[in-house]
């Protein structure tokens, strides 16, 4: 396996954000899209983090996503919204969606904003987290391009459709998340085991003729498989009717018809808050949280809660540097970004 070239964050934070302003953007966007996707990295999960910078790039350039999106709520109804993302960048635009239904939780106790015309928006976590860190207990699921195998098909017939839930933490510790994909692994984390050389374990997923496979490169040409079976199928379909069809959106196998990219434009994202104090409290989720955090640490062990290694790694890699793979570093050098090792 390749060793990583340590980058440091501030650095890589400035360069990433400086050329996405070169590309169109705005500079405050472009300092979010900079800050979300190096979020990624920093928490150990490089299939989600600044490895999309290129692709991002290239839709900017080309028309498919929008540089200076025009967005705009279609619809509020007290403690809902519904957004038109006009195809911006999608971390941008989800920090504004999640914004809202923030805002309206302060006011109503819950609150729920549904975003269409949106991009790929990274990681999940990041959304679910920002909802936290306001006191919030966050929640936000999108559809996506067809990449998994379900019900009998042998190839890509729906998207894994990811699903974050976060809820705050007491004294300003870092909030719990859970994040999954649909599939048994995202396809992002199929391309990262790719570039480091490892065999996938069994069950992941089907090559292109839709046998059973554990080599990365052959599943990437064919397609992943839902976690649990009926389980994983049943939730992605569930995401893809509470986003798509709600919106009255584009559902995964019409975002594929006309780009294959995994840019996902005129994807759906729904994002929910529900604040604590219109329930038992806060203070009140702050102790029970870590109460049953503390049960669990004493009755199973190792037990880790969602969320906590990544947290780890995020305080290592702040000290030592993002860490980025070789073929990573190489592709954000030809971008022009001038990054020192």
Same mark, same amino acid.
């Not at 109804?77 to 969606?97: H, K, L, Q």
């Given at each position: ?63 498919r996503a929008t540089a200076k999106p025009q967005i705009r709520l279609k619809t509020g109804f ?30 109503? $106790? ?59 933490? #007491? ?19 199929? $391309?990262?085991?790719?570039? %480091?050389?490892? %065999? ?12 059973? #496979? ?7 040409? $064919?397609a992943v498989l839902p976690f649990g079976g009926h389980k994983g199928a049943g939730l992605a ?45 806060? %203070? ?42 070789? %073929? ?7 971008? $022009? ?5």
């Amino acid at each position: 396996m390749d060793t990583p070239i340590r980058i440091d964050h501030q650095q890589l934070a400035r360069r990433i954000s400086n050329v996405l302003e070169r590309a169109g953007m705005e500079a405050v966007m472009a300092a979010e899209e900079a800050s979300i996707m190096i979020e990624a990295d920093l928490h150990g999960v490089p299939s989600h983090g600044v490895r999309m910078l290129p692709g991002l790039l290239a839709a900017l350039k080309d028309g498919r996503a929008t540089a200076k999106p025009q967005i705009r709520l279609k619809t509020g109804f007290a403690a809902t919204c519904m957004m038109d993302g006009d195809n911006g960048p999608g971390r941008s635009v989800s920090i504004r969606a999640m914004d809202q239904a923030v805002e309206r939780a302060r006011e109503f $106790g819950i609150g729920a904003c549904l975003a269409m015309h949106t991009t790929h928006w990274g990681r999940a976590h990041a959304y679910a987290c920002h909802a936290a860190q306001a006191g919030m207990i966050g929640l936000c699921t999108t559809n996506a391009m067809p990449t998994m195998a379900a019900w009998g098909a042998t190839g890509k017939i729906i998207g894994n459709n990811p699903l974050a839930i976060a809820l705050p933490r #007491s004294n300003g510790a870092e909030p719990l998340v859970l994040d999954i994909a649909m599939s048994q692994a995202a396809v992002g984390k199929v $391309g990262t085991w790719l570039r %480091e050389g490892r %065999e996938l374990p069994a069950g992941w997923g089907l090559d292109a003729n839709g046998q059973p #496979s554990t080599d990365a490169k052959a599943i990437l040409s $064919g397609a992943v498989l839902p976690f649990g079976g009926h389980k994983g199928a049943g939730l992605a379909l569930i995401m893809e009717l509470m986003t798509a069809a709600l919106a009255g959106g584009a559902f995964g196998h019409e975002i594929v018809e006309k780009d294959r990219s995994g840019l996902d434009p005129n994807s759906c994202k729904l994002f929910i808050a529900m604040n604590p104090d219109a329930f038992g409290g806060l %203070e009140t989720l702050h102790v029970r949280v870590d109460s049953y955090l503390s049960y669990l640490g004493e009755a199973a062990r190792p037990f880790t809660w969602p969320g906590e290694r990544g947290w780890q790694e995020r305080k290592h890699n702040l000290i030592a540097g993002v860490p980025l793979h070789p %073929e990573i570093f190489a592709q954000l050098q030809s971008l $022009g970004l001038r990054i020192e090792a």
